[in-house]
């Protein structure tokens, strides 16, 4: 595969954009799903309604909700660039959140799943033997739902590498700022006689995704070995 500089530059800045929308969102993933999962309040059907809303609507909605928030004009867009120099609307930061909302809700729901099936009696046999609630979740709940955190980190990573929709209309098309694997296929695909490359970036998109799906079956078997003590 004969890749020149920009098609080089198009797979890095995917890459990072995928890896900063997934490192940021796992803490925050973590505990939304514990609260869904293993806790009662008023408002739990509206934040699990909130969560899920992005799987739902069309991207380009999400990605125009980002813009309003977020452009430099905006009340939330101002403070971010007053108060921490960060500039979200047209930059590859603005890329990474977009993607970090659109794959949010798959993130939150395999963790969500892997704390269903772990019984909530062990924290509590951990509780009554002293362990405070934290030290229970980290020692006994977190080792067991790793696969599920995993999983859960492999979907966010691949959504986030093959988001289109909210990417474009939050951060356009620029290239070497904002246009990650998707957004090049698209404008090659608009070009007369560019399919060839378009095809190129399609089939690498295709084996970045394949390598971080092996990754994570044999991450999770190994893990799943270890704990069993094999």
């Known amino acids: 595969m004969g890749l020149g500089a920009e098609e080089w530059q198009v797979v890095c800045l995917s890459v990072k954009v995928a890896s900063v929308a997934t490192i940021l969102s796992l803490p925050v993933a973590v505990v939304v799903a514990y609260l869904l999962s293993r806790t009662r309040f008023a408002a739990k059907p509206l934040l699990n309604a909130f969560v899920y809303l992005p799987l739902i609507m069309p991207p380009v909605v999400t990605g125009f909700i980002l813009l309003r928030l977020f452009a430099p004009n905006a ?43 772990v019984d909530p009696r062990l924290e509590i046999a951990a509780e009554t033997l002293g362990a405070r609630r934290s030290v229970a979740f980290f020692t006994v ?90």
Not at 102 to 114: E, G, Q, T
């Open 75 to 117: 009340p939330l867009g101002r403070f971010l660039e007053e108060t921490l120099g960060l500039t979200l609307a047209f930059r590859w930061t603005g890329a990474a959140l977009a993607a970090a909302v659109m794959a949010f809700p798959l993130m939150v729901r395999a963790i969500r799943l892997a704390l269903d099936a």
């Open 141 to 230: 709940t977190l080792p067991l739902v790793l696969p599920g955190i995993l999983a859960g980190v492999v979907l966010a990573f691949a959504k986030s590498l093959g988001e289109f929709g909210a990417t474009i209309t939050f951060v356009s098309n620029i290239p070497g700022e904002t246009r990650t694997l998707p957004l090049a296929i698209y404008t090659n695909l608009q070009i007369p006689g560019q399919e060839a490359a378009a095809l190129e970036l399609a089939f690498l998109a295709v084996a970045i995704s394949l390598v971080a799906i092996f990754l994570s079956e044999w991450i999770a078997h190994r893990m799943a070995r270890r704990m069993q003590g094999g």
